[in-house]
């Protein structure tokens, strides 16, 4: 969807979640779109020839196992049942199998995005790796810490891009820098939903308790529900999670984001088919289109117009 906002031609993508695919086929209508497992993808030798010397090939290896929320070093190395392809899978290696395939389709610019917390603590021995690996397939590799908040999307997510394009095009060095003015919880809120929740639940009690601005944590004996927190219409809402039960709540009526408020945060259009998969973990799940957009206009900009004009 960011691609298409900035003016490319999407062909297609590769997803191992068949429902996730399902609500990606019939809101885009790809020419090529492969259900299945990354690391069977990377190992096919029927590509179809337009797959080859592509402009972009951008992707989002899942990054369970490095989130600060999670469980980091405990679950590296090992297999688990993730969400994200509902089977028994190692995640932290998809990175090189994502990279694996680059080399074998030499797009001319490859882009990887992942979690802050890739950049962080232990994790950082890992970034060196994958710049390895892409300089190994023949790419020249740059990495950015971008904050959507200030790419014009009304959420603060921080994510690390790997932004790499290959050695005989020669470019110029990427300069991303964004500074669109802040988008306030205020100006996507849906005054109209007064809903409350009915529930007597721990985290109703605890939105009674907390102030406009706060996390519920504060007023939990042990610090529990981090990642829930009472907005305010001044501030921009933070990281939007993949987690239907917690998230942002609004100030004034004891209820989380509506889909109106989520499709907005998540710069999805309003009539967005989500079909049967709950729209909180399908936004939160994604890189907003919005951000995507702005970093695929930047490389036309200052990689690919320059190209054109000369050819």
């Known amino acids: ?38 690391r069977d993808f990377a190992d096919r030798k029927d590509f179809p020839v337009d797959l080859y010397d592509l402009d972009i090939l951008d992707g989002s290896p899942p990054c369970s196992s490095f989130s600060m929320a999670g469980n980091r070093e405990k679950d590296w190395g090992k297999t688990k049942v993730f969400r994200e392809g509902q089977a028994e899978q190692r995640l932290d290696d998809l990175f090189f199998d994502y990279i694996k395939l680059a080399k074998k389709l030499q797009p001319k610019v490859v882009i990887a995005e992942n979690v802050k917390g890739l950049i962080q603590g232990n994790a950082k021995a890992y970034v060196r790796r994958i710049k390895k690996a892409f300089e190994d397939a023949g790419y020249k590799v ?14 603060k997510r921080e994510r690390v891009f790997f932004i790499c394009h290959r050695n005989d095009l020669k470019m110029p060095e990427l300069k991303l820098s964004f500074n669109e003015d802040a988008i306030h919880f205020g100006i996507i809120r849906n005054k109209e939903n007064k809903s409350q929740d009915k529930q007597t639940t721990v985290k109703a009690q605890l ?11 504060k007023y939990h004996p042990k610090g529990s529900f981090f990642n829930d927190f009472k907005l305010n ?15 942002s709540w609004d100030f004034e009526n004891c209820r989380m ?19 049967d998969i709950e729209p909180k973990y399908l936004i939160g799940m994604s890189v907003p289109p919005v951000m995507t957009a702005q970093i695929a206009t930047e490389i036309y900009l200052q990689w690919f117009k320059n190209t054109m004009q000369k050819q």
């Open 142 to 155: 740059q990495l950015f810490l971008l904050n959507a908040a200030s790419m014009g999307v009304p959420q």
């Open 1 to 38: 969807m960011g691609y298409k906002l900035a003016g490319y031609e999407h062909l297609g993508g590769v997803e191992i979640d068949p429902e996730v695919a399902d609500v990606y086929k019939i809101n885009h209508n790809p020419k090529y779109l492969f259900i299945e497992d990354i």
């Open 233 to 247: 219409e001044n501030t921009i809402i933070p990281t939007l999670t993949a987690d239907p039960s917690h998230g």
């Open 257 to 275: 984001l509506d889909k109106l408020e989520l499709c907005q945060c998540g710069t999805y259009p309003l009539d967005y088919n989500f079909k």
């Open 207 to 217: 939105w009674y308790k907390t102030s406009k601005g706060e996390g519920f944590s």
